[in-house]
């Protein structure tokens, strides 16, 4: 856990360090891209949390997200319509419990996990 917090902070920094500009045209895939990676990585801090993480599930999860996430951008770019904010209302969702059931593990330890779901926007 404490590696994929050093590696998310070395590439902050090195993202600091260089100016990388996004055209454009491809600023809505990367956000929604952005968004799906964040939903799997909370995902996956939840789940080892919860002593429950496998990382074939991490990674198929990630991939399968920002696919999807991309696919239903790029078809409403074809359509005119924004399918794009169904994945960011799904995956918001979806950042926020996570947030939530982290914030209960970090707190108050196991016994969260079994009290979680009556509870779980607070």
Do not use: C, H, K
Not at 20 to 27: K, L, Q, R
Not at 37 to 43: K, W, Y
Not at 88 to 109: C, D, E, K, S
């Amino acid at each position: 856990m404490w590696f994929a917090a050093l590696g998310l902070l070395i590439g902050v920094l090195i993202g600091l360090m260089f100016s990388v500009t996004i055209p454009a045209s491809y600023a809505r895939y990367t956000a929604i891209a952005i968004l799906a990676a964040l939903d799997s990585i909370l995902g996956a801090a939840r789940a080892e949390l919860e002593g429950e993480y496998d990382s074939q599930v991490f990674l198929s999860g990630l991939i399968t997200n920002m696919l999807l996430a991309g696919l239903l951008t790029y078809v409403g770019d074809r359509l005119g319509v924004q399918l794009n904010l169904a994945a960011v209302v799904g995956f918001g969702v979806r950042v926020f419990t996570n947030l939530a059931r982290i914030r209960r593990l970090l707190f108050f330890g196991q016994r969260a996990s079994s009290a979680g779901t009556r509870r779980e926007g607070t």
